[in-house]
């Protein structure tokens, strides 16, 4: 005989009150993070199927110290506070990271000095003495390196681009620093490298005719990094502290951006062969 109850319902043995079967949040939000690393690690897979394992060349190159470099013809962008950011998330990640300060302003080195951290090297260095230093930080298990430079008109920024397993090119949402940008990425292309734009000091308004207009315009002169990176006090209270931002605030949104923008970029760096 049916009792009317619904397949959700059950009866608890002891008290027969009625509770209700449903997921609970915690198991559904563990549910949804495992089958993203399941879809990640297909996406892996599926480029990776077709290289050799045994390759111990491939190997090598995988597992090789890498090089990232932040260049723009324009100032402003941000782009030593998201160099000197980046590098903390990544140590938190588990990287062995180090910052070399090609800018004759050496706001890296300021940082740094504030920072004090022995396991976070921060260099100013000569355009000359960059390769060496870069053998020599592989040497040392360095797994990163960062490199702050002037303006990409500069010897010295060109130099280092061509050094680089990525180039970054910050830009902010404006028509002057997207003009600038777009010429960056003529430049990146004539010298053959490989970069990157990076969406800096976004408004909170993500999908404004003025951002979409920006993304569309920067879509059709190169690559552009996901997420992006929103504008945030946190930012300026980090680098007066020689921190980053996930230091500042571990939980919130901007701390995220820059986590989600180091898995982003470790995505670019992972499947992109080193260099010799």
């Known amino acids: 005989m049916r009792t009317g109850k619904r397949p959700e319902d059950r009866a608890d043995g002891r008290s027969g009150v009625k ?19 399941i879809m990640r690690f297909f996406r892996y897979y599926k480029i990776l199927k077709n290289e050799s394992f045994l ?4 190997i090598n190159k ?25 590098a903390v998330a990544a140590q ?23 920072r004090k951290d022995r396991n976070l090297e921060v260099r100013r260095i000569a355009i000359a003495r960059l390769s060496p230093a870069l053998q020599a930080a592989a040497k040392r298990n360095v797994t990163l390196s ?10 010295a920024a060109v ?29 990146m292309n004539v010298l053959g490298e490989k970069f990157v734009f990076l969406l800096n000091q976004c408004p909170k308004q ?18 552009l990094l996901v997420p992006q990176i929103g504008m945030s006090q946190r930012f300026l209270e980090a680098v007066a502290q020689g921190k980053g931002v996930t230091e500042i605030d571990p939980k919130g949104g901007t701390a995220q951006e ?17 260099r010799n």
């Not at 995988?62 to 980046?86: D, E, N, P, Q, W």
């Not at 993500?206 to 920067?218: D, K, P, T, V």
């Not at 820059?258 to 080193?274: C, E, G, Q, V, Y």
Request: glycine fraction near 4%; proline fraction near 6%; charged fraction near 20%.
């Open 55 to 58: 390759n111990i060349s491939y």
């Open 159 to 187: 130099a280092a681009v061509t050094r680089a397993d990525l180039t970054i090119v910050p830009v902010k949402p404006s028509a002057l620093d997207i003009w600038a940008a777009v010429v960056t990425g003529r430049r």
């Open 146 to 155: 960062i490199i702050d430079t002037p303006a990409l008109e500069s010897p």
């Open 206 to 223: 993500r999908q404004s005719r003025r951002m979409r207009a920006s993304i569309a315009e920067l879509e059709a002169a190169g690559p």
């Open 258 to 274: 820059m986590r989600s923008l180091w898995l982003a970029i470790k995505d670019w760096l992972l499947f992109t062969p080193a």
């Open 62 to 86: 995988i597992l090789s110290m890498r090089v990232i470099v932040f260049a723009t013809h324009k100032g402003g962008c941000g782009k030593t506070t998201l160099a000197t950011c980046l």
């Open 19 to 37: 509770v209700k079967n449903t997921l609970r949040p915690r198991a559904s939000l563990k549910l949804i993070f495992i089958l993203s690393q």
């Open 92 to 114: 938190e990640a588990g990287e062995s990271v180090a910052i070399f300060d090609l800018d004759p302003k050496s706001c890296a080195i300021r940082w740094g000095s504030k």
